[in-house]
């Protein structure tokens, strides 16, 4: 019915709608197809896969929180060949858009992981987890550090070739993002995902300990929307021809067109699906209505929006 | 193509019942046609606090029973204890109020082809969705004995109709306050013996289907059980509900007790090494 243009594009990859799940939030697809079709979303982020098999944090795993939760769930997964086994060809049978997120607790590992996925088909881009919270070494989350930043993205870019658009997943956890986010463009990245979980820690008061098994968590829902639009708007000014996939506790239309104004190409959505499986196609029809009442005709019309030059008054 | 709880549904439901019984809330929702595809086991997770909640989680609660009224149709039965926020707030809501639910989710307890002895067992409101396992068993031709635990005597969910579909009940608190004292796990050995249990129904606390699987560890009698891990999603997508289970080859699986649960076989579950770093313990 609508004749708003609602695609989007990260380098040379092209999505109808803005919209994507967001990794580690929809595991790989399975779970959400039992509520809406897969392929009527933007794409589909899977959960970030590692080389091998990881069986993650002990339990307990999360944490409610005031308009969020923390989350330590430590990168839980197959390992990448069982994942381009049997998950990749179930999601290109769907025929949605596949967005894979690779972790690395080494570059190398890293890189390894972009030589498996180089020749797979099906894949519209790759989202580099660099800032996953997670981990039992705070060393390790790459995206704190400018320096490892960017020697994984160039040996993803190095290992990928210049076909497949690279993502390069943050932390807002950093005193400088915006040199961060340069660096891992300058290292060929072709977009940016902002924001990855804040880290948090909840005290249960009966142990007097930290709640979660893994003691501290990754904080997400709406509680951290405001440092996800502060972290799009800032690296957004800095770097606008880069386009931002945005997620950070988006759970209605508005909150999505306020990431998007803010700089956004695309919004994730993660948390909101935990509590409502719908939430993915609510908040798309939000959008695309919300854009139309404000009179946009094209989505690309609305990016960065907020950045606009102030008009003069004569 | 989609396999992961196939039968579920999001839909916005009105209660239709709500009464205090004992410590807990009896909650009836009423689903219409939705009761058909319910079965003893499985699940319901409910928004909690209102459009301008700042609970964004579903609570999951057991569905305790369906069944079909004249008046309202196909509802499903809630026993709720109004212990957290999110518990507190959906057992303050009058009758008439609509909640959204996602249901039914999770597996559910399988059900002998032949008819077997069985017994149950519950602690603490754990015990809620073993009546309405007992009159499935009981239409299939089972003997049912129920075994209820509890701390103390207002902790025991037991409602009269729900003992007439057993053939014995017996209570066990641990102050005495209400029939035997001492854990529901004691009489466990010696039923199994003197009643030829086939397969033991369990649904409580951790603690309890860990000491129940100890006790049918190198037997024949199959324990299935009801396992309880805070979960954010309910859904399988999340990640955080995962137990332990080792796999044939003898390696550990973490897996979601959301969707490979909420029943799973009590054999398989690596009960000691729940919460803790499965690479630690391998």
Partial sequence: MSAIDFSTTFGNAWFPSPIFTASGCASSGKELSQFFDLKDIGAVVTKSIMNKERLGRPTPRMAETPSGMLNSIGLQGPGIDVFLEKDVPWLVAQKARIVVSIAGETVEEYSTLARKLRSVAGISAIEVNISCPNVENRGLVFACDPDASRRVIDGVRRTIGGELPIIAKLSPDVTDLVSIARGVVDAGADGLALINTVLGMVINLDTMRPHLGGKTGGLSGPAIRPIAVRAIYQVHAALPKVPILGMGGVASGRDALELIVAGASGVSIGTASFGNPTAIPQIQNELKKLLEEKGFTQLKDAIGYAHREEQSHE | ?282
Wanted: glycine residues 12%.
């Fill in chain 2, 1 to 282: 193509m989609a396999a992961i709880n196939k039968n579920a549904a999001q839909l916005q439901a009105t209660i239709v019942g709500n009464k205090l019984v004992g410590q807990y809330h009896q909650i009836l929702i009423s689903v219409g046609d939705l009761i058909n595809v319910c079965k003893p086991g499985n699940f319901v997770a409910i928004s909690v606090g209102g459009p301008s909640s700042k609970m964004v989680l579903r609570r999951a609660f057991a569905i305790s029973r369906v069944s079909h009224s004249s008046s309202f149709g196909g509802t499903m039965e809630l026993i709720v204890a109004p212990f957290g926020q999110g518990s507190k707030w959906l057992c303050s809501l009058p009758e008439g109020s609509e909640v959204d639910i996602v249901a039914p989710l999770g597996t559910a307890f399988g059900i002998p082809t032949e008819p077997v002895q069985a017994l149950l067992v519950g602690g603490g409101y754990g015990s809620a969705p073993l009546f309405g396992l007992a009159e499935v068993l009981k239409s299939r031709g089972c003997r049912v004995d129920m075994l209820l635990g509890a701390s103390t005597s207002s902790k025991i969910y037991a409602p009269m109709e729900g003992k007439r579909s057993v053939n014995s009940l017996r209570i066990y608190t641990e102050d005495g306050s209400m029939g035997h004292t001492g854990r529901v796990t004691e009489p466990i050995p010696e039923l199994i013996s003197d009643l030829g249990i086939g397969v033991i129904y369990s649904c409580g606390p951790m603690a309890m289907l860990a000491a129940i699987s100890a006790i049918t560890k190198d037997t024949d009698v199959v324990h299935q059980c009801a396992v309880e891990e805070s979960m954010a999603c309910g859904i399988g997508i999340c990640m955080t509900c995962v137990l332990p289970l080792r796999n044939a080859d003898n390696s550990i699986s973490m897996v979601r007790s959301c969707i490979d649960g909420p029943v799973m076989d009590g054999a398989d579950v690596m009960w000691d090494l729940v919460g803790k770093n499965p690479l630690v313990q391998q």
